[in-house]
């Protein structure tokens, strides 16, 4: 790249999810915005691969939309342990059923490069940002001129260090990896298994793929085939199947950081704090990120972004404390899942609320002494 061009609105550091959203955001609103990743596209990252309704309708405020045929759809939820099964459907009508989708990674990525680029960004792929101390940003040995710096560049940020902005509480740290498998999905529904070592997730991503992501608190057992041992169900359905992809690991975090904004840099996505993957929520607190980034710069500066940045991970961050409690206490998930078979009613009230589309006040208040009467008295589980 000559020096000629070594000058945008927006530099942003990262190509992943959160630095494409914001890019795409800041051009929809006339920026003009550079980005740079190492690494080549299509670029995979271990994910359960599911997009959620809420992660799906800000990516149409993006202009990316995902139609079936880019992977499979779902319905909703469910969560097996062995002994109880419960299943909340998404909120919809009955003539718009709300769907999520599975996708490849992959295939997520493709569709934001090519949105980014239908919209003039422009984009510089397996080109590291060089990040020396007390040292001005430089792409390729070149310096770089910008009116904002973005760090998009995912949990282990090097920008969040460069910028002094690593200062917050780690409040989990696991381990995750994931593969994909040829079999028909059995389930319209993304099925998170609770195992004794942790949670594996079963998303559909086409008509005969399934993608398996797990989730553990011990590094040394984060491979997929020691976590899938432990749960029979799952082992039985997979033991014939081929996989086809190689397995990826990746840590995921609950991460809260002091301050997210220095000067003209901001941190956005999982280098600007993150709830544990176990939410399945990641990918709509990133898009919804990057939407308030893109407003914020409109404006004139950053400061609707350090004022609303704390709330987009609010409540993952609370429902990833209380699913968190359900992995470290197996009594008290066999408990919550018991009462959730039972009353799924309740089940689909909470993952409204997971959604954001139901006030957790409200069922605090409405809801939960219900909730906690049948986990406390086995005979309201027969009422
Ligand atoms: C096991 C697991 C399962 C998950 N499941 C789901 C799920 O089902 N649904 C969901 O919504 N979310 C899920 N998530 C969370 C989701 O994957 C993340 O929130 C999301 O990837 C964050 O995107 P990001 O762009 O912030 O970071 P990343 O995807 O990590 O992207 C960061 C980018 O920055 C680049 N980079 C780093 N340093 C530099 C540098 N110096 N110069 C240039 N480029 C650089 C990297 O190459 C990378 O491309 C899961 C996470 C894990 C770990």
Redesign the pocket.
Known sequence: MGLSQNRCDVLV???????LAAAIALRQRGFDVLV????VPP?D????????PD?RRELAHLGVDLADAHGAPFRGIRFCDEGSTASADFPGTPDRPGEGIGLRRLVLHTLLVDRARDLGVRMCWG???T?APKQAASLVGEPISYRYLIG????SS?VRAWAGLNRGTLQTRRF???VHYRIRPWSHYVEVHWGPLGQAYI?PIGDNEVCL?V?TRFPELARTTRIIDTIPLLREKLRHAEITSRERG???TTRTLRSVVRDNIALV???SG?AD?VT?????V?FRQAALLADSIQSGGLSSYVAGHARTLRLARTMARALLLMDRYPALRRKALQVFAHDEVLFEKLLRVHLGEEPLNRFVFADAPRLGARMLLPSQLRS
């Not at 550091?13 to 959160?18: D, L, S, T």
């Not at 998009?152 to 949990?155: S, T």
């Not at 399945?280 to 709509?284: F, I």
């Open positions: 550091v990262g190509g992943g999810p959160a630095g740079a990743d190492a690494l670029i990252k271990a994910c359960g691969e599911g997009i959620m992660s080109t590291p940002v990040l998009a560049d995912g949990q090097r995750g990896s994931r998303t992501a989730v990746s840590i995921t996505g999982d280098a993150s993957a399945g929520e990641g990918l709509a990133v």
